[in-house]
Each structure stands twice: as structure tokens, then as C-alpha cells.
DNA sequence: TGGGTTTCT
DNA sequence: AGAAACC
């Protein structure tokens, strides 16, 4: 408890309350059990869902302008379209696909920039936040992908209304034409089904996105089978199947988990497919990748995955970054990172936390290996430097972070030599967060509307009040639990407040 | 080939 | 600080 010492009675009756103290801000997850960061020990039969949108970005822009929902659309970054619709699609546009073979195939084609993800991140954390109100344990994959650990719910539903395994799958069922039948074998992925279809239909409604679910006992195979029926449908994995969809993945690169390095080091063990990997002796995979890793890509092969479902919550880092065919400049670098700190200042700004590390990330051109060079330095970020960030000037706190960032820069780049670089890139991390701001003449509607993201919405989500004990009187600790979107699940702060006569 | 993000080493 | 993974 914070100290509520500092007893001066003198003015009893001019106010009816005041602020004695406050408590500062405490996640609550460390105070909720059940917003636990993990799900404990895996429960032998998990239903777990993973949802994917269908064209993620080309869908937040035809919400935008819906006129857009009747012409071949392309999301483009520089040179490369990077999602488009389905109209699109039918005209022989495909994912990350460069605009001048796109405009080849299909002149027609409508482009929308969209370098900036700012609209794209917004809808992102309202698909995960509704999906937390369905229960906490979401995760987040990238910014259209959410797994979602239903299992308590399913319980919890199969225990009200056992007549429940009396209804059949929704939606499609991995290998089977006809699920009548199974429903009764597998009622838990039964219920995770209907829930799936309920859940993609208030997003739906609520935000107007379509997307395909997965429903699996764990979370690569809720991946893998999300993306067998696509777009706008989803699909049920049942046990007995998991080796046909296993070995349905033409290369082991289709794997979850084994990306590109990965595929070529067990290409040179002569490993090619899924089957290879799984009769392959763990000893000598644990060789050449050491055996935790090697454990983890024999079970990968074999559809065993016993990784928890770990809340996302708010972001650990924030970061904005831009690239572009030559900056060889000092001054155009500092032009370009003054841009890129500008917004990630105010993008911090509406986050609310103060960030301790500030990371300066650049891309030197070279014509061999020209993609992957990344450099990177960071620092602390002084103290006073970071309270400025989320105060209302946040100019003052650009005007110190740049040259914070021009001194990173020159741990990487002789600027007195020729430089050419591709890429800028800057970082906060290590977000910290702050204290409750109770203003001196603050109420408690001020702290509210000033201490939080402008124009963000906060809600109460319960508040208690509790006496303190005897030698305290007429003084309180009034405890309120509220939401700070993004993904600030629930806050605790806490007020120690005296009530005073009103005479 | 983009603009993110996380986790592991 | 970089590598590798995911989108």
C-alpha cells in the first residue's frame, strides 16, 4: 500500500474528497489469475483455434471504399503488391507479386498504397480484442492471424448442456465429405467448430472482415488445416487425420516453423519431405541443430506441438522504418529519420508507456547477398527523454531522440566515406508502464480522459471499494479496473481517498 | 520483394 | 546485435 501519511486535517470541510495517493498502474495480469501469460500445464484434449483473414489489408481498404469491392484491387508497398482481393485474384493477381508483372496480367488492376500500416494495425487489435472477449488466451500472429485456446470454454459448455454432441460439425471436416457421424467421437472439436462459426460471425457483423478458422488439438495443426478450404470457410481436423494433412505438405518448408534456413540445412542432411524428417534418427538431427531444436522439428514433422497458446498482450516493441533505393547523405538521413521518429513518437504517445531502448536499424546496399544485411545499435533512453514521450509536447522529445539516433548511426556508418543505404529503420522497446497521472486538482473522470490515448474509449471494467483499517478514518483505497487498447488487457490503479463532511 | 513483429542464440 | 521465424 502506497503511504498515506501526510495527515493534514486543517481543511476538512472545504472538500468533499481528495486524492491522497495513488498507486501506480499494475498490469492485471499480475494480479488476475486468469489472465495468466501462459495456460499452464497443456490439458491432453486442447480445442484450439487459429483464424486467418482473407486478404487482410485489401479488406480494411474495401471497408474504407466499398466501391473498391467490385474491381480487382492490389495493396501495393514500393514496387510489389502485397496482398490483393479476390476479384483480383481471378484475374490471375497474386500475393507479392511485383506491380509491373500485376499491371502485365491484369490492366485493369486498381492499387492502393499502403505503406502505412496504421489503419491495417488498428483493425488488427480490434479482430484480437473481440477475440479476448471470448476468453484471454489469444495470440497473435502477425497482424491478420490470432490462435485462440477455446478448450475451458469447451468444457465449460460440454458440461451445461451435455445433450450438446447431439449436432454435427460446422463447416468443413478435414477428409471427410459427410461428418454426421463423427460428431459423437469428437465432441470437443464438435463444440470448438460451432464456436468457430459463432466467432467468425461476430466478426463478421461486428467488423465487417471475413476469414477462415481451423479448429485442431493443438496450434499447428489448427494452422495447417485453417488454410485447406479458403476463403471464408473453415475447417475441423479430427486425431485420426492428422497424418493425411501431415503428409499432405508437399515440402518440409510448408511446415510451420521451418522457414527458409532451416528448409536448406535439412535439404543438405538429403531431408525433402515430411516423411524424411520423421524417419530420420533424432541423434543425427540433433547434430547438426542441438537437441532442442531437433526435438522440437521431429515433433513439428509429426503434427506434435505441445506450445501453449501464450497471450500476445500489448506489444513489446514499437517500430516504423522505410525503404527506398539511396540515401548517401548524413543530412538526408537525419531528414529521414526525423519522418520515421516523428510518427513512432506519436505512435508511442498513444500507447501510453514509456519506452527504455531506443534501437537505429539500417540497410547498406551491396549488390551481392542485397537482401538481409541489417545493422542495428540501440541504447538506453535517458530518463528525462522518455517522460517526455507520452507528455503533450512530444516535439521536445523528438528534438532530444534525434540526435540520440544520429549518434547510433555513426557507430555503424563512417559518414566522412561514401555510404548507400536502403533502409531506415527505428525502435522502441522495453516499454514501461507508467504511473497513474493523478493530477494534483485531477478528478477521477480527468485521469480519465487525460492520462489515457486521445480518442481512445476506455472502459471501466469494475471497480471495488475497501476501508482501511482502524486510525484511518473516513479514508478509503477505491481500486478500478479499466482496458487501454490496445491489448492493455485491464488495468489496476488505485486511489486512497478521504471523504470529508459536508457540513 | 514490404513493413512490421517475436523469439532464440 | 544478429539470425531466423511468422505474417
Not at 527504455?356 to 535517458?382: D, G, V
Not at 555503424?412 to 493523478?438: I, P
Request: charged fraction near 20%.
Amino acid at each position: 500500500m502506497a503511504n498515506s501519511e501526510d495527515e493534514k486535517e486543517e481543511d476538512d470541510t472545504e472538500w468533499k474528497y481528495s486524492f491522497v495517493d495513488s498507486i501506480p498502474l499494475i498490469p492485471a495480469a499480475a494480479s488476475d489469475p486468469s489472465l495468466n501469460r501462459t495456460s499452464g500445464p497443456t490439458p491432453a484434449h486442447r480445442v484450439i483455434l487459429h483464424f486467418d483473414l482473407d486478404c487482410f489489408y485489401a479488406q480494411v481498404e474495401m471497408i474504407r471504399n466499398p466501391a473498391l469491392r467490385e474491381v480487382p484491387l492490389g495493396i501495393q508497398q514500393k514496387y510489389i503488391i502485397v496482398t490483393c482481393n479476390y476479384v483480383a485474384r481471378d484475374l490471375g493477381v497474386s500475393k507479392l507479386m511485383s506491380v509491373t508483372d500485376a499491371k502485365e496480367k491484369c490492366p485493369q488492376l486498381v492499387l492502393v498504397k499502403g505503406e502505412d500500416l496504421t489503419h491495417y494495425r488498428e483493425m488488427s487489435y480490434k479482430l484480437t480484442e473481440l477475440l479476448m472477449s471470448y476468453c484471454p488466451l489469444v495470440e497473435r500472429l502477425g497482424f491478420d492471424e490470432n490462435f485462440v485456446d477455446i478448450t475451458k470454454i469447451v468444457e465449460r459448455r460440454l458440461a451445461e448442456t451435455p445433450e450438446s454432441n447431439n449436432f454435427s460439425f460446422k463447416g468443413h471436416v478435414y477428409n471427410h465429405t459427410s461428418a454426421e457421424l463423427e460428431a459423437q467421437d469428437h465432441p470437443r472439436l464438435a463444440l470448438g467448430s460451432h464456436i468457430a462459426a459463432e466467432i467468425r460471425e461476430d466478426i463478421k457483423g461486428k467488423l465487417g472482415l471475413t476469414g477462415c478458422a481451423g479448429i485442431a488439438t493443438n496450434k499447428l495443426l489448427a494452422k495447417l488445416v485453417c488454410g485447406t478450404f479458403k476463403p471464408n470457410q473453415q475447417t475441423t481436423l479430427l486425431t485420426e487425420n492428422i497424418d493425411d494433412i501431415i503428409g499432405s505438405l508437399s515440402s518440409l518448408r510448408k511446415v510451420p516453423g521451418v522457414g527458409y534456413q532451416t528448409s536448406k540445412r535439412l535439404q543438405a542432411l538429403g531431408l525433402a519431405s515430411v516423411k524424411d524428417l520423421q524417419l530420420f534418427p533424432l541423434n543425427d538431427l540433433a547434430r547438426e541443430f542441438g537437441a532442442p531444436s531437433a526435438q522440437r522439428l521431429k515433433n513439428l514433422a509429426l503434427g506434435v506441438d505441445e506450445s501453449p497458446v501464450t497471450p500476445t498482450g500489448a506489444p513489446q516493441s514499437l517500430s516504423d522504418e522505410d525503404s527506398f533505393k539511396k540515401i548517401s547523405s548524413t543530412k538526408e538521413v537525419l531528414e529521414k529519420t526525423r519522418e520515421l521518429l516523428s510518427n513512432l513518437v506519436e505512435r508511442m504517445r498513444n500507447d501510453g508507456r514509456q519506452p527504455q531502448t531506443f534501437r537505429l536499424t539500417i540497410r547498406k546496399y551491396s549488390a551481392t547477398n542485397k537482401w538481409f544485411n541489417r545493422e542495428s545499435r540501440q541504447c538506453p533512453i535517458p530518463n528525462h527523454v522518455g517522460q517526455k514521450i507520452p507528455s503533450e509536447s512530444s516535439e521536445d522529445a523528438l528534438v532530444l531522440l534525434l540526435p540520440l539516433a544520429m549518434k547510433l548511426f555513426h557507430k555503424m556508418v563512417d559518414s566522412s566515406a561514401a555510404f548507400h543505404l536502403t533502409l531506415l529503420n527505428v525502435c522502441f522497446s522495453n516499454l514501461q508502464t507508467k504511473g497513474a497521472a493523478v493530477s494534483g486538482k485531477g478528478s477521477i473522470t480527468s485521469f480519465f480522459t487525460q492520462s489515457t490515448s486521445p480518442g481512445k474509449t476506455q472502459q471501466i471494467c469494475s471497480s471495488q471499494i475497501q476501508a482501511l483499517p482502524t486510525g484511518f478514518q473516513h479514508t478509503f483505497i477505491l481500486y478500478v479496473v479499466c482496458r487501454i487498447p490496445p491489448l492493455r488487457t485491464g488495468v489496476v490503479t488505485a486511489w486512497i481517498i478521504r471523504l470529508a463532511h459536508t457540513a
